[in-house]
Structures are given as structure tokens and as C-alpha cells.
């Protein structure tokens, strides 16, 4: 199995706290298409897999046009793909769009809703108001896409436990079949990063933030969903495949500009700059730079992404793929989160978080790691 993340850069403008790499100049739409079938070829040989899941993520790849995106599937075999999953913004999903995309392969749709609060949505810049979500569900619906879904957010200054309970019952009167909920974040270079920095706003506390995560947790689970990644929550057998494949070492490509890849052996990424990427793969040549991994690195990995997931660290991957000495470290350092029940050793050799371990997974993971 792999998979092939498709980055689409292009946004209408920026939310203050994005710090993916994007630009706004759409008029490069079609040349950057080119440019995206060209990649795909010439990394023909990249994957030695047959593709199982295919995601399109941004950016905001519903700014492009269905011809546009049939050019991109027209030069990729997803004959054997299960999941195709399209990134949209919710304002984007009109019935003519949402037609659309019913014709094409994509079999899910992922939107980032982030909060249901008109107020917040102008704070973050984000283009879409709250209405706009459940009548964009409606639409995906009636056009044929049985699998969706929306991204939360939770934190933002000022908010309050009851705000974010509201965010959670209208996300979940959607009926979709996964969640993502995220704690906002400051990053580094980011118009939110400044005003914080300016003092204009203040982080709300850890306990708060903490309250509002074990609120999520509970509501979600009383709701039917599993959580089986620590920002994921799924209905029975609605797991993003695509996103479980980075927590579980499943090689995948990414084309475009500022994709990574992973084929386990080493890590690639290719230019963050849309006219490098498409004048470099116009000539031939992939713009990219790649890092081969050491032992170390693959298993710090392998802590990092399995610990996040409700079933944990497979021991025994640990032992066969790395050798005694990582399974010994590894054991050694997790007696005493076993013993402070944040980390549970199961039956059958897994070592996974507890709900306790889910506050405090940072610190945890770190500690693991080798250094």
C-alpha cells in the first residue's frame, strides 16, 4: 500500500494562523497543473506500491476549476485507491461545485470548519460564515459523497467552556462521519503569532484548554465516535486511511510545491516556492531536498506518530525493527508513566497512552525518544 498527497497552494487570502505554505496568485492555476502531472511522471518510479489512498489537501484545492482536477486524476492510476479525499472550504461547495465533485473520483471531502462563532471565523480570516458548513454537508450530500469531515478548532482568547460545548453540538448535528479538533496555535511567523506577541490578545490557560480537550473526548465518545488519534475522532469504520497511513509508516508521495515524501527509508521535500517547483519540474528535475534516515530517527518517529494512535507502540515492531537495545530503552523510560498510570502496558505488548497520558503526550513522547 502508499499513498500521494497532492498540495494545491492556492487560497483567496491567508487565516492569520496558517503556516503551510500558500499564495494567492491564482492565475497560476493551470500552469501549476502542468506542473503536477509533469511531477507525477517523472516520479513514476517513486512508489513501489500500488496507491491505496489519494489526498488532496492545501491550500485550498476547491479554488480549482473540475477540469482542472480531472487533468490531475486523468494522470493518476487511483484504480486501486479506496479513499480520494478533496480539502474544501465550505464556501466554496455551491451546487454547481458540489455537482462537481460528485463526477469526479473523490469519495470524501474534508472541511475545515473551525468554529461556528461568526465573530471567530472574521478573527481568523477565514472566508466562510457558520451557516455555511451544514449547507455545504447538504449539498456534498445530495451530490453522491457518503464520507465527510470538518476540522475544529478550540482556545481562541477569551473563549469560554460553554462556546466551545456550542462548537461541539453543532459539528456533531452535522451527522459526519469524522472529526478533527485542534487547540489553536501560535506558530512562529504567523499574522496570530504578532498580535500575541503585541500583546493584543492573550493564550488562554492550560486548564481551560485542558477542560475543553476532555470535553471533546467526552462528547464525542457519548456521540459514537472512536478516538483513535489524539486530534481524531471517526464513526465505526470512518477512519481517515490516508492520515493513518503517516502514523503507521505506510510510504506515501507528495507532489507539488512544499509536499513531503516518505518511503521509509529516507524523508523528501520538495521547494517551497511555486515559481521554482513549476520552472524545475518544467526542465525535468525535481526541485526537492531529502534526508536519509538513521536508526534513531526511524524510531523516534515510530514513538512520535504510533503514540498518538489508541492502539500505541507495537513492542514488537520495536524489537524486530530496531533490536533490543531501543526495546529495553524504550521499556525502561515508560516504567515510570506505567507506574503514574499516563502509559499502560497491555496484554498483547502494545504501549499506549491513557486518558491521563493524553495531557501530558509532549512530554511523554520526548522522553522516549532517543537523543
Known amino acids: 500500500m502508499a499513498g500521494l498527497y497532492i498540495h494545491i497552494p492556492f487560497c483567496e487570502s491567508r ?25 507525477v511522471a517523472l516520479r513514476n518510479d517513486y512508489l513501489h506500491d500500488d496507491i491505496h489512498t489519494i489526498y488532496i489537501g492545501g491550500g485550498t484545492p476547491s479554488l480549482l476549476s473540475e477540469k482542472q482536477l480531472q487533468r490531475l486524476f486523468n494522470n493518476i492510476d487511483y484504480s486501486k485507491a479506496g479513499e480520494i479525499t478533496l480539502e474544501c472550504n465550505p464556501d466554496d461547495i455551491t451546487p454547481e461545485y458540489a455537482a462537481a465533485i460528485g463526477r469526479l473520483p473523490v469519495n ?46 478550540y482556545g481562541f482568547p477569551d473563549e469560554t467552556i460553554d462556546e466551545w460545548n ?47 480537550y476532555s470535553t471533546l473526548i467526552d462528547r464525542l465518545a457519548a456521540a459514537g465516535y472512536e478516538h483513535y488519534e489524539i486530534s481524531n475522532f471517526a464513526r465505526h469504520g470512518w477512519r481517515s486511511r490516508h492520515n493513518s497511513s503517516y502514523w503507521t509508516a505506510i510510504p506515501y508521495m507528495g507532489v507539488g510545491a512544499a509536499a513531503h515524501s516518505f518511503d521509509r527509508t529516507s524523508r523528501q521535500w520538495n521547494v517551497a516556492d511555486i515559481d521554482k517547483y513549476i520552472y524545475s519540474i518544467g526542465h525535468g528535475e525535481i526541485p526537492m531536498e531529502r534526508e536519509e534516515l ?78
Open 294 to 371: 538513521t536508526s534513531d530517527t526511524r524510531y523516534n518517529d515510530t514513538v512520535m506518530l504510533r503514540l498518538r494512535t489508541c492502539e500505541g507502540i507495537n513492542l514488537d515492531s520495536i524489537a524486530r525493527d530496531f533490536g533490543p537495545e531501543y526495546l529495553n530503552g524504550c521499556l525502561n523510560t515508560a516504567r515510570r508513566y506505567i507506574a503514574d498510570a499516563l502509559l499502560e502496558h497491555t496484554a498483547d505488548n502494545y504501549l499506549r497512552l491513557t486518558r491521563r497520558g493524553l495531557f501530558v503526550s509532549d512530554m511523554i513522547m520526548s522522553d522516549l525518544m532517543k537523543v
Open 108 to 153: 470524501r471531502v474534508s472541511m475545515g470548519a473551525q468554529t461556528f462563532s461568526d465573530a471567530r471565523l472574521r478573527f481568523l480570516r477565514r472566508r466562510h460564515g457558520s451557516a455555511d458548513v451544514s449547507r455545504a454537508v447538504t449539498l456534498l450530500r445530495k451530490a453522491g459523497i457518503g464520507n465527510i469531515s470538518v476540522d475544529l478548532m
Open 15 to 39: 487565516c492569520i494562523y496558517c503556516g503551510f505554505f500558500s499564495t494567492t496568485r491564482h492565475s497560476m492555476r493551470d500552469r501549476y497543473v502542468d506542473a503536477l502531472c509533469r511531477e
Open 166 to 212: 456550542n462548537d461541539i453540538t453543532l459539528a456533531l448535528a452535522l451527522g459526519v462521519e469524522h472529526i478533527s479538533a485542534y487547540s489553536l496555535m501560535y506558530e512562529e511567523n504567523t499574522p496570530l503569532h504578532k498580535i500575541l506577541c503585541e500583546g493584543k490578545i492573550a493564550e488562554i490557560d492550560e486548564e481551560l484548554s485542558a477542560a475543553m
